[in-house]
């Protein structure tokens, strides 16, 4: 039997799925009273820094302490599903569904998200600070120069796998991680964050969807990788009108992401 773990990454109490390779997981608990779930602040740990790195120091935590022949990563609101039904919570992507697919499978995804009339470069510089990826690039340049290709690949494209979801093989995530967290790392040296508001702030977790389509763009031409692409479900309403507003007035009027949607 494969053994598969998924971190659901939360920083508040949450329904979470009912099934033992779900893992709960409280991230930014460095100094905060426990919620009944694991705590990314145990063992090798990068807590501290969630207010920039968001879930990614979940990711960190699991890839550090959560032995498993598969890691993954979902969030409180956002789950895997093959189908779903009437009732969210029971379309859940299952064990055993998880169990055929990682059989077959490297790496399981969701789907991409379109961004139509943006590219993802155009899209983070009105949306966010366009530095984060230049810098992001030089640094590329200069400690892997064998990925730039696919870096300026997936920046012109204007699709991705975004929310930072994923399903992957421990020798895979390893390599992932000891790429991205050594990214991510020389990036902190470079990047002015004074001035930048909280919401900005928080722009290591999204560099890091760009990264990962940076890196399977990368595996894909170099390796014979297995990747599956299945759905994914908001557990809660989206506010649409909200989002295609805040969407407009980034592209044509410069205005910044200033929350989340």
């Not at 120069?145 to 494209?157: A, C, G, K, R």
């Not at 009108?241 to 910044?256: Q, S, V």
């Amino acid at each position: 039997m494969t053994d598969i773990k998924i971190i659901v990454n939360t920083h508040k109490r949450y329904r979470m799925p009912d099934s033992p390779m779900y893992v709960p997981l409280h991230v930014g608990s460095a100094g905060k009273p426990g919620i009944g779930y694991r705590r990314d602040d145990t063992g090798d740990n990068i807590s501290f820094k969630n207010a920039g790195y968001c879930e990614l120091t979940g990711l960190y935590w699991a890839w550090k302490n959560l032995p498993a022949d598969y890691l993954g990563m979902v969030h409180y609101r956002r789950h895997f599903s093959l189908h779903q039904g009437k009732d969210k919570w029971k379309s859940i992507l299952t064990e055993r569904q998880a169990e055929r697919l990682c059989g077959r499978f490297d790496i399981i995804l969701p789907r991409k998200r379109h961004y139509y009339i943006e590219t993802l470069y155009s899209h983070y510089e009105h949306t966010h600070y366009i530095e984060h990826i230049t810098q992001t690039r030089q640094i590329i340049s200069e400690k892997c120069p064998e990925y730039i290709s696919s870096f300026d690949s997936v920046l012109n494209q204007s699709k991705g796998y975004m929310f930072n979801m994923f399903i992957m093989k421990r020798e895979l995530l390893d390599e992932y991680c000891a790429w991205l967290f050594d990214i991510l790392g020389e990036l902190e040296n470079r990047v002015v964050v004074d001035g930048l508001s909280p919401f900005q702030k928080r722009f290591y977790g999204r560099v890091s969807e760009i990264l990962l389509n940076v890196w399977l763009c990368y595996k894909q031409k170099n390796s014979t990788v297995r990747i599956a692409v299945i759905k994914y479900m908001h557990m809660e309403h989206i506010n649409w009108r909200k989002k295609l507003t805040a969407f407009m007035k980034a592209k044509f009027f410069k205005k910044k992401y200033e929350g989340s949607f």
